[in-house]
């Protein structure tokens, strides 16, 4: 399945089939895997509205982040390019301010 911009529920509105149980269990073990690794609480993610502090998790160019607010929602999972990475290292920081 390929998603278009906008996540999958966009993705669905707008006419797409929806990926299987098996995909989605696939991708949550995934998520469960690299949670397991590196775990760093102090980040913030920049976005269009503000910036939100988050619980952020990461393996090799894996970086996944999770609202630290009561919500606990996930805010972010996919793979970046080695300079996002290194950003993300050097200033504790994710997103970028527009």
């Known amino acids: ?3 278009k911009p906008g996540g999958l529920i966009a993705y669905v509105q707008r006419g797409h089939k929806k990926p299987s149980l098996e995909h989605v269990k696939a991708y949550q073990k995934e ?3 690299i949670c397991s690794t590196f775990r760093q ?3 913030k993610y920049y976005y269009k509205h503000g910036v939100t502090p988050a619980t952020v998790f990461y393996y090799k ?3 996944i982040s999770f609202n630290k607010t009561t919500t606990g929602d996930l ?3 996919n793979t970046q390019k080695p300079l996002a990475i290194r950003k993300f290292v050097q200033t504790n920081t994710l997103g970028s301010i527009q």
């Open 61 to 63: 160019r894996y970086i």
């Open 41 to 43: 609480d102090d980040y």
């Open 31 to 33: 998520l469960k895997d």
């Open 1 to 3: 399945m390929r998603q």
């Open 75 to 77: 805010i972010s999972a």
